[in-house]
């Protein structure tokens, strides 16, 4: 029989209350919304079950604290999932079933919601966060955690390094990039992340300013043959671009052939280019 928050494994319980569920009460809710779905029995259910997801929520909250609002819709999932699957039929009540499935739903949660940045979610994570878990309600007895990481990176089968990042990205706390660094100058931190070589003009422009650039590139499509040349204006510096439907008519041939002299034309001029030591992205 399900129990209200304030007595929920804390004080001694009640007597049965109209509120509350006989085991032949939450057997026919549960196959009116399995087998028919009745909504309306679903939710007679979980709005019985609702004040055990909250004491399960408050309980999970952090120094003991109210739960927040998020943490008890969490809770409220995990029973809708618990209706969706329970079995009657195996003799166990509701919230014996319950339970399980709002404690992992509030676990999930306070994973997924532990960082601002996504955290990994294989198997072998989520058994590392439970073993580092388990380890740190241990270690007031003993803070030597060397013997206690070996034994967990055995367990997992993985070396002791690859347990040592799998613990950063798990366990690591959030910085913000705005808080000054330690350093003379009191720059942000996002101001120690610019790249010094990227403040620097591209080596191709330190060789030629934009002009000779430009100057370069006509000269190497006035190398190419002619058709190739207008056919790579047209279609690249035009604006709106040619269609190769439309060049093919001009020219008398396919649009497959427009495109092959095309490509043609590239491979020229990627060719010329790379003889003068430029590259397409020069000019970019």
């Known amino acids: 029989m399900n129990k209200h928050a304030p007595n929920w494994g804390t ?20 196959r009116a919304w399995q087998d028919h779905g ?42 809708l999932k618990a209706a969706d699957r329970f079995d009657p039929d195996r003799g166990y009540r509701f919230s014996t079933y319950a339970v399980w499935w709002i404690r992992a739903e509030i ?8 960082s601002v940045v996504r955290r990994p979610n294989s198997a072998q994570s989520r058994k590392v966060a439970s073993l580092l878990a388990r380890l740190d309600t241990t270690m007031a007895a003993n ?27 798990i366990t690591g706390r959030d910085y913000s990039l705005n808080v000054p660094a ?15 070589a990227s403040l620097d003009e591209p080596a191709a422009l330190h060789r030629l300013d934009t002009a000779n650039l430009r100057r370069a590139l006509v000269q190497a499509l006035s190398d190419l043959p002619d058709r190739e ?9 035009y604006d709106p671009p040619a269609t190769l439907d439309a060049l093919g008519s001009a020219y008398g041939i396919s649009r497959e052939r427009v495109r092959q002299l095309r490509e043609r034309g590239f491979e ?17």
Do not use: C, W
């Not at 679903?42 to 952090?62: E, G, N, V």
């Not at 676990?107 to 532990?114: I, S």
């Not at 942000?188 to 790249?195: C, H």
């Open 229 to 237: 040349r207008k056919i790579v204006v047209a279609t690249q510096l």
């Open 38 to 79: 009745d909504e309306k029995a679903r939710d007679t259910l979980i709005r019985a079950f609702a004040p055990m997801a909250a004491a399960k929520a408050k309980q999970s909250a952090p120094g003991g604290g109210e739960a927040d609002h998020d943490l008890v819709q969490q809770a409220n999932i995990g029973l």
């Open 143 to 169: 803070p030597d955690r060397s013997e206690a990481n070996e034994s967990i990176a055995n367990d997992l089968g993985i070396p002791i390094d690859r347990l040592a990042d799998l613990s950063a990205q």
């Open 182 to 196: 330690l350093n003379d100058q009191s720059q942000d931190r996002l101001a120690l992340l610019v790249d010094p």
């Open 107 to 114: 676990q999930e949660y306070k994973r997924a919601n532990v």
């Open 11 to 30: 004080r001694t319980r009640r007597a049965r209350s109209a509120d509350m569920l006989s085991a032949e009460e939450e057997s026919h809710l549960v």
């Open 268 to 284: 020229r001029l990627r060719d010329i280019l790379r003889e003068r030591d430029l590259a397409p992205e020069s000019f970019l």
